[in-house]
T-cell receptor, first 114, second 112 residues
Framework: GAGVSQSPSNKVTEKGKDVELRCDPISGHTALYWYRQSLGQGLEFLIYFQGNSAPDKSGLPSDRFSAERTGGSVSTLTIQRTQQEDSAVYLC????????????FGSGTRLTVV | DQQVKQNSPSLSVQEGRISILNCDYTNSMFDYFLWYKKYPAEGPTFLISISSIKDKNEDGRFTVFLNKSAKHLSLHIVPSQPGDSAVYFCAARESSGDKLTFGTGTRLAVRP
């Protein structure tokens, strides 16, 4: 497709379970970002992949969060032992290298931990 | 530490009037600024941007102003339309990287 695709669009999980969120970036975009938006909050940076460079993980809130990007394309964000405070909309974005006009975001995954 | 601040969580404007959304930042290393618009259940979409070497950038009804000395930027929408009702996020980038830092957003409601 032409845009950034995220799946699932909604996920309800029980506290303590693991979840995986998927992002398919725009073909050819070398940079991929994960953000999350909690209720009433702005967009919080989580992790950033650029080409073959080591990812910038500085925004991951705890070691329960991890992400990988396979083959420079699809990315998976994994949250282990989910907690209620993990409930948020998780947004993925991609951009060409040398960003000069902004990211393209997906529609997000709304995660609810009950 | 919120490096990009949008102090007005909401704004209501009459259709046809000007909407002014404000954004302040604290990091002097930011050199590129963007505005994103977000509708419910959708991802944010890029609206307009400005480089720190400029003080104004215009695109149709949308104009972004940058005051570097005050570390302040604003988005003007003229004339405002009901379809402009959305949450607007200000974002900034450091000269050394690609990562964007976002504000908390301002919800704009344009009344018919």
């Amino acid at each position: 497709g032409a845009g950034v695709s995220q799946s699932p669009s909604n996920k309800v999980t029980e506290k303590g379970k693991d979840v995986e969120l998927r992002c398919d970036p725009i073909s050819g975009h070398t940079a991929l970002y994960w953000y999350r938006q909690s209720l009433g909050q702005g967009l919080e940076f989580l992790i950033y992949f650029q080409g073959n460079s080591a990812p910038d993980k500085s925004g991951l809130p705890s070691d329960r969060f991890s992400a990988e990007r396979t083959g420079g394309s699809v990315s998976t964000l994994t949250i282990q032992r989910t907690q209620q405070e993990d409930s948020a909309v998780y947004l993925c974005a991609s951009s060409p290298a040398g960003l000069n006009y902004g990211y393209t975001f997906g529609s997000g995954t709304r995660l609810t931990v009950v | 530490d919120q490096q990009v601040k949008q102090n007005s969580p909401s704004l209501s404007v009459q259709e046809g009037r000007i909407s002014i959304l404000n954004c302040d930042y604290t990091n002097s290393m930011f050199d590129y600024f963007l505005w994103y618009k977000k509708y419910p259940a959708e991802g944010p979409t890029f609206l307009i941007s400005i480089s720190s070497i400029k003080d104004k950038n215009e695109d149709g009804r949308f104009t972004v102003f940058l005051n570097k000395s005050a570390k302040h930027l604003s988005l003007h929408i003229v004339p405002s339309q009901p379809g402009d009702s959305a949450v607007y996020f200000c974002a900034a980038r450091e000269s050394s990287g690609d990562k964007l830092t976002f504000g908390t957003g301002t919800r704009l409601a344009v009344r018919p």
